[in-house]
C-alpha cells in the first residue's frame, strides 16, 4: 500500500521569505512523487514531479521539490514567496507497481503568504 | 495540446434525484482516466478509473457509477443522489503507457450540492 502524510494542514509566511511545504511518503518500492496547487475552486494544476536522476526537481512558478530517499521526503520549497503563491498544495504518490497509474494523495497543505 | 473539460460548472440538485457529470479530453487518445471527489476542500478520494471503452474499475463501493462510452468521454452517474454526495468533482486524465510515470492532468472540476 502507498501513503502520503503532509503533516501541516497550514503554513503561513511572509511574502520574500521562502516557503516550505512538508511531504513525506510510504510506498512498497520506489515511487514517482508530484506536487499539485489547486486554488479556490479550481482543479489542481501540476508543479512538478520526481522520476528517476537528480533529487533536486524544478517546476513551475519558481517552485522546486527535492527528492530525499533516506528520509522518505519530497519537501516543496520557493526560494521567495508571492502572495499570489497563497493555495492549497497537494502531494502525490505512485508506487511504480501499481495498477492504473494510481495517485495516492496527501491531505493538503493551506498556504497563506501575508503581503 | 490536451484540454480537458467538466460540465456543469456548478449543480444544486434535491436528494433522491438522478446525476450525470461528464468529462471529455481533447487532444489525445486512448488516456486513462479519473474521477476523483472532494469534500470540504481538502483531500481527494478516487471513485474510479478506466484503462479503455467500457473498461472500469470502483475505488470505494458507494451510491455512485462511472462508464465510458466513448474512448475520450467519462460520465460519473447515479440513480438517487444521498446528501453525502455533495463535494467537488474531478476528473482527471493520463497518457497510458509502463512503469506509470505519466502526471495526471485535472479539469476545472464541478461543485455538487446535494439539499
Known amino acids: 500500500a502507498q501513503s502520503v502524510a503532509q503533516p501541516e494542514d497550514q503554513v503561513n509566511v511572509a511574502e520574500g521569505n521562502p516557503l516550505t511545504v512538508k511531504c513525506t511518503y510510504s510506498v512498497s518500492g520506489n515511487p514517482y512523487l508530484f506536487w499539485y496547487v489547486q486554488y479556490p475552486n479550481r482543479g489542481l494544476q501540476f508543479l512538478l514531479k520526481?522520476?528517476?536522476?537528480?533529487?533536486l526537481v524544478k517546476g513551475s512558478y519558481g517552485f522546486e521539490a527535492e527528492f530525499n530517499k533516506s528520509q522518505t521526503s519530497f519537501h516543496l520549497k520557493k526560494p521567495s514567496a508571492l502572495v499570489s503563491d497563497s493555495a492549497l498544495y497537494f502531494c502525490?504518490?505512485?508506487?511504480?507497481?501499481?495498477?492504473?497509474?494510481?495517485?495516492?494523495f496527501g491531505g493538503g497543505t493551506r498556504v497563506l503568504v501575508k503581503p | 495540446s490536451q484540454t480537458i473539460h467538466q460540465w456543469p460548472a456548478t449543480l444544486v440538485q434535491p436528494v433522491g434525484s438522478p446525476l450525470s457529470l461528464e468529462c471529455t479530453v481533447e487532444?489525445?487518445?486512448?488516456?486513462?482516466l479519473y474521477w476523483y471527489r472532494q469534500a470540504a476542500g481538502r483531500g481527494l478520494q478516487l471513485l474510479f478509473y478506466?484503462?479503455?471503452?467500457?473498461?472500469i474499475s470502483s475505488e470505494v463501493p458507494q451510491n455512485l457509477s462511472a462508464s465510458r462510452p466513448q474512448d475520450r468521454q467519462f460520465i460519473l452517474s447515479s440513480k438517487k443522489l444521498l446528501l453525502s454526495d455533495s463535494g467537488f468533482y474531478l476528473c482527471?486524465?493520463?497518457?497510458?503507457?509502463?512503469?506509470?510515470?505519466?502526471?495526471?492532468?485535472f479539469g476545472p472540476g464541478t461543485r455538487l450540492t446535494v439539499l
Open positions: 478506466s484503462v479503455g471503452i467500457g473498461q
Open positions: 502525490a504518490v505512485r508506487d511504480r507497481q501499481a495498477a492504473g497509474n494510481k495517485l495516492t
Open positions: 487532444g489525445t487518445s486512448n488516456p486513462n
Open positions: 482527471a486524465w493520463s497518457v497510458q503507457g509502463q512503469g506509470a510515470r505519466y502526471t495526471q492532468y
Open positions: 520526481y522520476i528517476t536522476g537528480d533529487n
